[in-house]
């Protein structure tokens, strides 16, 4: 266990490969991990996970709208993704608390004092999207059927290829020179 331990920290910390992996790692703890265990938390009916996991997403998403702006500048800063890496297990670490952290000193007063503004604009926005869909919702209804065409054809396709019927193009599977001596045996009769 040490030695993988240890090959994953040589490759995390690797000029040649370290971008790639650092991102990777990136999305891996930002997201993957924290979904699962948000969906453990969920189904499990444990009350202080889900918790923890809202404080978290409401947190990282808070980080992912800050990341969009600040990104252009901040991917030209060499740690910048080890930073991100760490802030990100810093904010899922039950130790540390970092969710529970950023959201009751930093979002939370921010939101209180802007509540009714953003309410607004929430309301706004919902507002505009019902009128947009209602509007559009003959070709929502023919994209949705689209989709489900594309996804049953190409269902089918692949059960029909993992599973060929028996007897079907026994012939392709056969080699050349074997049809040849059929047709030619019937010749010969």
């Not at 930002?30 to 978290?56: H, M």
């Not at 992912?64 to 993704?81: C, G, H, N, Q, R």
Request: with cysteine; net charge negative.
């Amino acid at each position: 266990m040490a030695l993988a331990g240890e090959v994953g920290l040589r490759l995390l910390l690797c000029p040649v490969t370290s971008n790639v992996v650092v991102r990777t790692a990136c999305c891996s703890v930002g997201t993957v991990f924290p979904v699962y265990s948000t969906f453990k938390a969920i189904e499990e009916r444990d009350r202080n996970e889900q918790q923890r996991w809202l404080l978290y997403w409401a947190a990282y998403g808070t980080f992912s709208v800050a990341e969009v702006f600040a990104d252009k500048i901040l991917f030209w800063f060499p740690p910048y993704y080890y930073m991100k890496f760490a802030f990100l297990v810093w904010l899922q670490c039950p130790s540390g608390n970092g969710a529970r952290h950023l959201y009751m000193n930093c979002l939370r007063p921010f939101l209180l004092k802007h509540q009714r503004r953003l309410d607004q604009i929430v309301g706004l926005i919902y507002g505009e999207l019902n009128k947009f869909v209602s509007a559009h919702e003959e070709e929502f209804l023919f994209a949705r059927r689209l989709v489900t065409g594309i996804y049953t054809s190409a269902n089918g396709l692949l059960s029909d290829s993992a599973h060929p019927q028996e007897g079907q193009n026994i012939a392709a599977i056969e080699a050349p020179g074997n049809q040849n001596q059929e047709s030619e045996s019937g010749h010969d009769d």
